[in-house]
T-cell receptor
Framework: EDKVVQSPLSLVVHEGDTVTLNCSYE??????LLWYKQEKKAPTFLFML????IEKKSGRLSSILDKKELFSILNITATQTGDSAVYLC?????????????????FGKGTKLSVIP | KAGVTQTPRYLIKTRGQQVTLSCSPI?????VSWYQQTPGQGLQFLFE???????NKGNFPGRFSGRQFSNSRSEMNVSTLELGDSALYLC???????????FGQGTRLTVV
């Protein structure tokens, strides 16, 4: 059974701080790892990581994947109150083991980030 | 372009009733997957459809079912509702199997 573990489960920081969110995984035949931000209802897509060691960046957010050690980190620099949300990590297995082209994400429980002014 | 649209946004049902939720994917996306989100279990995969065929199903009882229409719109149905079915039901669509999935706003189902 595929498994995703995120840490910490919750985090409170002050505006301007830098945070690192962790995601470790166990998956049969890994394809990709995805990060989402969930503020109220709809998780919004942040990054999709497929190759090890290649950092993806978007503004103050960045993420990297280590396929040897089976983990990923999400960094947020110069945090703002608008970064307060639950950050979800999910793994997408290769479709070969789940039927032709099947799309199934396994999620971690998320990290709740609270940024205080 | 329009995002993933789910209707209704909120539902209150009584135990034993059934409910149907709807999801319209992003135009051009043929894969539609459904997830249940609860505070205790997080986001859990229900099932996924592609070209009107269910390709995979999560570990949920047979009371949970779904279908997909030729225009890629999908519905999920829960019969004989139980209190534990109260949750946020999220639908996601993707363009292809190795692309990111985009989520709708969800349907908040409350069973009383």
């Amino acid at each position: 059974e595929d498994k995703v573990v995120q840490s910490p489960l919750s985090l409170v920081v002050h505006e301007g701080d830098t945070v690192t969110l962790n995601c470790s995984y166990e998956v049969t035949n890994f394809r990709s790892l995805l990060w989402y931000k969930q503020e109220k209802k709809a998780p919004t897509f942040l990054f999709m990581l497929t190759s090890s060691g290649i950092e993806k960046k978007s503004g103050r957010l960045s993420s990297i994947l280590d396929k040897k050690e089976l983990f990923s980190i999400l960094n947020i620099t110069a945090t703002q109150t608008g970064d307060s949300a639950v950050y979800l990590c999910a793994v997408l297995p290769s479709s070969m083991f789940y039927g032709a082209g099947s799309y199934q994400l396994t999620f971690g429980k998320g990290t709740k980030l609270s940024v205080i002014p | 372009k329009a995002g993933v649209t789910q209707t209704p946004r909120y539902l209150i049902k009584t135990r034993g009733q059934q409910v149907t939720l709807s999801c319209s994917p992003i135009s051009g996306h043929r894969s539609v997957s459904w997830y249940q989100q609860t505070p205790g279990q997080g986001l859990q995969f229900l099932f996924e459809y592609f070209s009107e065929t269910q390709r995979n199903k999560g570990n949920f009882p047979g009371r949970f079912s779904g279908r997909q229409f030729s225009n890629s719109r999908s519905e999920m149905n829960v019969s004989t509702l139980e209190l534990g079915d109260s949750a946020l039901y999220l639908c996601a669509s993707s363009f292809r199997v190795n692309a990111e999935a985009f989520f709708g706003q969800g349907t908040r189902l409350t069973v009383v």
